[in-house]
Nanobody, 123 residues
Framework: QGQLVESGGGLVEAGGSLRLSCATS????????MGWFRQAPGKEREFVAA????????YYTDSVKGRFTISKDNAKNTVYLQMNSLKPEDTAVYYC????????????????WGQGTQVTVSS
C-alpha cells in the first residue's frame, strides 16, 4: 500500500472551478488505476471519476460528465481532478484512491486512500 495526499480543495462559488491533486508515494504509480470519490454529510461515499493505469480509459459518474476531468502525470506520481462549472451539490469531502489492475466504481475494491480534501460550493 502506498500513501496518498490530496490537496486543492476549498470554498468556491457556484460556476467556479477547482483543481484537486493527489500526490502518491510508495506504490508503482504507473501500474495503479486511480479513482476519485466524494462523501457529503449524511451520505455514502460515491464514485466520481477513475483513470486506468495506462491513462487511456477514463470513467465518470453521470452527474459530473462534461464538467470534471481526471488526468494523471506519471512523472510526478500525481492524479488530478479538474472541476469546472461547480454546483452546490458537488459539496463534499473528496478522496483519491489507488487500485491495482482494472479500475472500478466500487470503493471497497481500492487498496489505498488519501485523507480527503473538503470542497464547498456556495450558491
Amino acid at each position: 500500500q502506498g500513501q496518498l495526499v490530496e490537496s486543492g480543495g476549498g470554498l468556491v462559488e457556484a460556476g467556479g472551478s477547482l483543481r484537486l491533486s493527489c500526490a502518491t508515494s510508495g506504490l508503482t504509480f504507473n501500474r495503479y488505476g486511480m479513482g476519485w470519490f466524494r462523501q457529503a454529510p449524511g451520505k455514502e461515499r460515491e464514485f466520481v471519476a477513475a483513470i486506468h493505469w495506462t491513462g487511456d480509459n477514463l470513467y465518470y459518474t453521470d452527474s459530473v460528465k462534461g464538467r470534471f476531468t481526471i488526468s494523471k502525470d506519471n512523472a510526478k506520481n500525481t492524479v488530478y481532478l479538474q472541476m469546472n462549472s461547480l454546483k452546490p451539490e458537488d459539496t463534499a469531502v473528496y478522496y483519491c484512491a489507488a487500485k491495482r489492475g482494472i479500475v472500478v466504481v466500487s470503493a471497497t475494491l481500492y487498496d489505498s486512500w488519501g485523507q480527503g480534501t473538503q470542497v464547498t460550493v456556495s450558491s
